[in-house]
């Protein structure tokens, strides 16, 4: 089934740990993006792609990184996890912005 | 950049009746107006939207309307039912220099049904 997949949904690990949160399609869509959320709160934007090798920062200032090296692969990157980057990430994606975001299920991430 | 206003931030109606929900924009380029669900432990999923060249559109219980002339749109529910409390975000469409499109959103306004 067309859909965007996230892996893993949930992730307890130590501060300083480096983590790599995975995002997957299978619609085609070119567009991708990052989104951080603490439960039931604001979206913020962290990092979006236009296409392959293409990369931009988001609103929200993160110390994290993402690469766009085939197109239904986003993946995030923290080097090293710290308590504040415990959140919610989500993922999506869009052909075209007027037939809306398609979201992934998210990762929780917890850094203890 | 554009930037999305939502009201209420959280809002409790009795089973049955009828819920609004507001949105303002700034950038009057802005075209496309989404709106999102999110139900707890879920991921934002697409209910509605409308074009800048439609004042009203409805789909059974929801309905969204437009007034470009004051940058405002907004989602009606009718009969509102337990399954309706969530969280909903509103949107806008904004368009960079380099041509690419995305969505502002709204903080979200937390909905919830009193049985």
């Known amino acids: 089934e067309a859909d965007i997949y996230q892996t893993p949904r949930y992730l307890v690990i130590g501060t300083g740990k480096k983590i790599t949160l995975e995002c997957s399609q299978t619609?085609?869509?070119?567009?991708m993006y990052w989104y951080q959320q603490d439960p039931g709160m604001e979206l913020h934007l962290i990092h979006y792609?236009?296409?392959?090798?293409?990369?931009e920062k988001g609103d929200l200032s993160s110390e994290s990184t993402v690469s766009r090296i085939r197109t239904e692969h986003f993946p995030l990157t923290l080097e090293s996890a710290r308590p504040s980057h415990t959140s919610q990430y989500l993922c999506?994606?869009?052909?075209?912005?007027?037939?809306?975001?398609?979201f992934g299920s998210g990762t929780r991430l917890t850094v203890v | 950049g554009e930037n999305v206003e939502q009201h209420p931030s959280t809002l409790s109606v009795q089973e049955g009746d009828s819920a609004v929900i507001k949105c303002t924009y700034s950038d009057s380029a802005s075209n496309y107006f989404p709106w999102y669900k999110q139900e707890l432990g879920k991921r934002p999923q697409l209910i509605i939207d409308?074009?800048?060249?439609?004042g009203e559109k409805k789909d059974q219980r929801i309905a969204v309307t437009l007034n470009k002339t004051a940058k405002h749109f907004s989602l009606h529910i009718t009969e509102t039912q337990p399954e309706d409390s969530a969280v909903y975000f509103c949107?806008?469409?904004?368009?960079?220099?380099?041509?690419?499109?995305?969505?502002?959103f709204g903080k979200g306004t937390h909905l919830i049904i009193q049985p």
């Open positions: 619609m085609g869509h070119d567009k």
């Open positions: 409308i074009r800048s060249n439609v």
């Open positions: 792609s236009y296409g392959v090798n293409s990369t």
């Open positions: 999506a994606s869009s052909e075209w912005v007027r037939d809306g975001y398609t």
């Open positions: 949107a806008a469409s904004i368009r960079s220099g380099g041509g690419a499109d995305g969505l502002t």
